[in-house]
Every structure is written in structure tokens, then in C-alpha cells.
């Protein structure tokens, strides 16, 4: 199989550069040392214990689900041999205890596996997220800390841009473009391990004589290895395998929209669009979807140019290209008349 591509790396970065260069470039990018001088990576630096007796400074005994699987299944959080369930279990637990546990079976050979997924840090260790800020986004940006011992976490997408940050343990990060989703072998969309679509395919192991496509992907692969401290950038709906080691390792990420999607307007965002058409335009015939098929390429992706150049400045309505406030309403209400609101 062809060897992953590394992800390009950035050594320095300022808020205002992030923004206005890195993220139009769309390309998921490693930030090596962004978070270097936290507190928190340095305790991590430590040990694990320390580490843990620094999250134990913040910890009030707010509550965290916790996904428990047994040492069988490798700490890969999957489907169940069935596929009509997951193995792995969730279970409530105040953090603290948690943290005692993973130390407890820090030496174990083949511990059992715990992950505590997707969880919002200001509510369980209130004042972390102050010590331990990121300076390249706006502080109105709730941090999330992913926390357990060694897991993998099969090939998804986020729904948003996302910066992730390694404070404890390693992380190796597979990442495949958007444009790979018809090789990747995608789960179901509305039944997920934990949100997000997943795709079917092991990475350390895949079987290419029933996911033969996933060949193709490989060839598209980045790789990024990421030590505490060092951050990697993902724009939203790239595919990205994460594996993390250590007995006790920690990532905190931040989910953001870009500038030109946040205000999401009446017809919010672009998955409920994918869902309206998985909805009322798949179930078309082949000829119906090919005579949509073009008023999409044409209007929403261009294929011919701006498709309302030919219209006369002032004349656009919801053609017009420019996220202002006027032409938001002018899509609201055009929204709302087709929709049969007004």
C-alpha cells in the first residue's frame, strides 16, 4: 500500500494570520508548539500523575459520560460484531475518579478501554480553559477535552472547523480529503458511535477485497504525529482517523464556523440542505436527479461561472453573492414563500 503524505507544519502563528491565511487555504495543518507553555501540557510533560493532580485542582464533581469497552476490543470504539450496536458501554462518573482509574491501570498489559468523548470544559474543571487558552481563536470558543487511555477513533468528519490540541500522550492523526467520502465505506448516517458518520474500514488492517476502494483513499492520506503542546487545524468535513497512546492522555479542541457560515440565517446550515436532499431528491428518478443534478452544479457550485452575471446589478435577489444583511432577508423571505410560511 502507497505510504501517507505528512501534513505541512507551522512553528509560529498569530491569531490574525490563522485567520486571514491559513484558513482560506482549506488544508488541514499541523501547529507544532501552539500550546507549549500550558500549564497543563507541562504538568503533562511531568507525568501522568501529575498531569492528573493538575485537572484535580479544577474539578467541582460535575458529572462526564465515560465509554467503557473491554480489553478485547483494542480501545477502538466501534460497532458491535453485528453492527446493530456499539462495544462499548457509556457510563456516568464524576472525573476525578475517573483520572484514579486510568492510573490505576497505567502497567496493566491489556486494560480495559475508557474514554471520556466531547465534553465541555468550563462546566467540570471551571478555570481551566483560563490557565490553559488558545490565543488563536476568539475566548468565546468553548474548549473540549478528550480524555483516556490508549483509543482509536475510526475515519469521520466534524461539522465544523476544529482545532485540536495534544496536552497529554501522543496522537497520530490520518487525515483523507472531503472528495474521498465514496472510497472511505461510510457507515450509517442517523446510527454513529458517537455523532459523526464513521467509515467501516479498520486502517491498521483494512480489507481490500471487500472495501477494494479504500485503496484509493490511502493514496490521498496525511499523516501527523502530534506530542503534547503541538496543535493540528482541521477544516470542516475533512475525514480524520485519530489514534492516541498513553496511559493517560488528554486532547482539548475547539469547533468553530468560519466567518462567512456563522450566522446560519433561517435555512441554517449546509448539513439540514444535505438532509433535505438526501430526502426529496434521491428518491427521484435517475433522470429527474441528473436534470437537478445541473441546477446544482450550475447555481451552488458554479460549473459555468456566476451564474447571475448576466443579470443587471440591483436585479439579483437571492443570486446576489454577497453574505450582506439585505440579501439575507431577501433569502429569508424567499425561503419562507417557497416553504409555504407566509
Given at each position: 500500500m502507497t505510504s501517507p503524505g505528512r501534513l505541512s507544519e507551522i512553528l509560529e502563528i498569530d491569531a490574525e494570520t490563522f485567520a486571514r491565511d491559513l484558513t482560506p487555504l482549506y488544508q488541514p495543518t499541523v501547529l507544532r508548539g501552539v500550546a507549549r507553555d500550558w500549564p497543563a501540557v507541562q504538568a503533562a510533560r511531568t507525568s501522568p500523575q501529575a498531569l492528573a493532580n493538575y485537572l484535580k485542582r479544577f474539578d467541582r464533581g460535575a458529572m462526564v459520560e465515560a465509554m467503557l469497552g473491554a480489553p478485547a476490543i483494542g480501545g477502538r470504539f466501534f460497532y458491535d460484531e453485528g453492527g446493530r450496536?456499539?462495544?462499548?458501554?457509556?457510563?456516568?462518573?464524576?472525573?476525578?475518579?475517573v483520572l484514579d482509574e486510568l492510573l490505576r491501570l497505567a502497567d496493566?498489559?491489556?486494560?480495559?478501554?475508557?474514554?471520556?468523548?466531547?465534553?465541555?470544559?468550563?462546566?467540570?474543571?471551571?478555570?481551566?480553559?483560563?490557565?490553559?487558552?488558545?490565543?488563536?481563536?476568539?475566548?468565546?470558543?468553548?474548549?473540549?477535552?478528550?480524555?483516556?487511555?490508549?483509543?482509536?477513533?475510526?475515519?469521520?468528519?466534524?461539522?465544523?472547523?476544529?482545532?485540536?490540541?495534544?496536552?497529554?500522550?501522543?496522537?497520530?492523526?490520518t487525515l483523507f480529503p472531503p472528495d474521498q467520502v465514496g472510497n472511505l465505506y461510510i457507515g450509517p448516517l442517523d446510527f454513529t458511535p458517537a455523532g459523526r458518520p464513521v467509515s467501516l474500514v479498520s486502517l491498521d488492517s483494512p480489507d481490500l477485497e471487500?472495501?477494494?476502494?479504500?485503496?484509493?483513499?490511502?493514496?490521498?492520506?496525511?499523516?501527523?504525529?502530534?506530542?503534547?503542546?503541538?496543535?493540528?487545524?482541521?477544516?470542516?468535513?475533512?475525514?480524520?482517523?485519530?489514534?492516541?497512546?498513553?496511559?493517560?492522555?488528554?486532547?482539548?479542541?475547539?469547533w468553530w464556523e468560519p466567518a462567512d457560515m456563522a450566522s446560519g440565517g433561517f435555512g441554517g446550515q449546509p448539513f439540514d440542505a444535505f438532509v433535505h436532499a438526501l430526502r426529496n431528491v434521491r428518491r427521484l428518478p435517475a433522470k429527474r436527479r441528473n436534470a437537478w443534478r445541473a441546477f446544482f452544479e450550475h447555481y451552488i457550485f458554479h460549473a459555468n461561472g456566476d451564474p447571475a452575471e448576466h443579470i443587471p446589478e440591483g436585479r439579483r435577489g437571492v443570486l446576489e453573492n454577497k453574505p450582506d444583511a439585505t440579501r439575507e432577508a431577501e433569502m429569508t423571505a424567499f425561503l419562507r414563500r417557497v416553504l409555504g410560511r407566509d
Open positions: 450496536g456499539m462495544n462499548f458501554d457509556r457510563r456516568p462518573a464524576p472525573l476525578s475518579p496493566h498489559p491489556e486494560p480495559p478501554a475508557i474514554y471520556v468523548g466531547s465534553t465541555p470544559i468550563a462546566p467540570v474543571l471551571p478555570g481551566f480553559e483560563r490557565d490553559n487558552a488558545l490565543d488563536l481563536l476568539d475566548d468565546k470558543i468553548a474548549p473540549r477535552l478528550w480524555l483516556g487511555n490508549a483509543s482509536t477513533i475510526q475515519t469521520h468528519h466534524d461539522m465544523s472547523d476544529n482545532i485540536a490540541v495534544v496536552v497529554g500522550g501522543q496522537r497520530r492523526f471487500r472495501f477494494p476502494k479504500f485503496a484509493q483513499a490511502l493514496e490521498t492520506a496525511l499523516v501527523a504525529e502530534l506530542e503534547p503542546g503541538d496543535a493540528i487545524y482541521i477544516p470542516t468535513l475533512w475525514w480524520h482517523h485519530v489514534q492516541a497512546t498513553g496511559p493517560l492522555n488528554l486532547l482539548v479542541n475547539y
